[in-house]
């Protein structure tokens, strides 16, 4: 099938870059002697997964049940869920889960240590668990390294699960405040006589500063498979290394410096990269503003533009935020130049947590 047989809204992955995307960085890993456990959050597709784990990855991170379940049903056996589980029916489904694969998970604080550890010891189980720990992006995670060791402790006092060591989700422009972090939690670890197996830690933005410095073992990148604006604002991709794009129809031309295309923030994703950047770049028009999004309708503002796109013309836009599209899309297509050699369900997009 040809690119022009595809009906728009669509998006593309272009596989020759995605392939380097996923070569480049498991190659880095080895060099470095890191774990390599990708987020499938970006993808949310079983194929892919398999394909990054097919290269080297150690296992995968998923950041909710639903999306483990489907990696688990196409045989994804070695699985990290990075949130807090609270309550009955997800403890259930998480018991379930680690009787079908390896399943690792995180926690912050005792009420899901005291879940988790209930669970499991009923079902006669030991869950390991790594303590999140909060090393400046300033979302879950427990403050200091001694509340970390702290934790760490009640954590291997209880039944059911076993303290396998941290995970933390790094502020972005900032890899020495976590190192230091996780240096001082491992020091205090190793006063007390605990073992930390586990230190996980990274994502795209620090893809290119990763190191084992603070004794991480692994790196869960999950926006590296295809980047997008955002990645290149950070500094960790260039647009040759984007390999999403969404394929989009101009639909009017209103005013001479005005076209709607026909992606809106239900194709396209809402997230802004800040004032006069707009929601996307087109790559036949690099001079274009995506301006505005209404559900279906992009608004592209063409002042500055040299040439100027006609009603009916097709253009590719790269997202500013990867991982909110393919959640809003039923299937990406896999294309090579201007073929399409693949397309994958986003089996695992939607869900509960
Ligand atoms: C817990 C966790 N790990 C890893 C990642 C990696 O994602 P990215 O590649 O987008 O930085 C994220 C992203 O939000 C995350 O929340």
New binding site residues.
């Given amino acids: 099938m040809h690119i022009n047989d595809l009906d728009t809204p669509a998006v593309l992955i272009d596989l020759d870059i995605m392939e380097r995307n996923l070569r480049r960085w498991q190659a880095h890993c080895d060099a470095l002697g890191l774990a390599n456990r990708p ?1 499938i959050k ?1 993808h949310k597709i079983p194929e892919l997964a398999r394909l990054q784990v097919g290269l080297g990855a150690k296992g995968i ?1 998923c ?1 909710k049940l639903g999306e483990a379940e489907v990696m688990a049903d196409a045989g994804l056996d070695d699985i990290l869920i ?1 949130f807090n589980l609270i309550g009955a029916a997800k403890l259930a489904r998480a018991v379930a889960l680690a009787r079908r694969v390896r399943l690792s998970v995180v926690c912050d604080n005792d009420v899901v240590a005291e879940g988790l550890s209930a669970a499991f010891a009923a079902a006669g189980l030991r869950l390991d668990v790594l303590v999140e720990v909060d090393t400046g992006a300033g979302r879950n995670g427990v403050q200091t390294p001694a509340e970390a060791v702290a934790l760490a402790e009640r954590l291997s006092n209880r039944s059911g699960i076993r303290f396998a060591g941290f995970m933390t ?1 790094p502020p972005k422009g900032d890899v020495e405040r976590p190192r230091a972090f996780l240096a001082e939690a491992l020091a205090l670890c190793r006063a007390k006589g605990l073992e930390a197996a586990v230190v996980s830690s990274g ?3 620090d893809l290119w500063q990763a190191s084992r410095e603070g004794g991480v073992t692994e790196h ?5 498979i295809f980047n997008d604006r955002m990645q290149m604002q950070a500094g960790s991709a260039s647009l040759d290394d984007c390999a999403m794009t969404v394929l989009a129809t101009v639909v009017s031309r209103p005013t001479h410096d005005r076209a709607i295309l026909d992606c809106g923030s239900k194709s396209l994703a809402a997230d802004p990269l800040g004032p006069g950047l707009g929601h996307g770049h087109i790559l036949t028009y690099p001079e274009a503003v995506i301006l505005r999004l209404n559900e279906e309708h992009g608004t592209v503002d063409l002042s500055r533009c040299i040439g100027r796109p006609e009603i009916g013309e097709r253009v590719r836009v790269v997202p500013n935020h990867a ?1 909110v599209v393919t959640n809003l899309h039923d299937r990406l297509w896999g294309v090579r130049g201007e073929r399409v050699e693949a397309q994958w369900p986003v089996a695992a997009r939607g869900l509960t947590g």
């Fill in positions: 987020h970006t991170t950041q990075t989700y994502g795209t933005p869960r990148a999950g926006t590296y991982c």
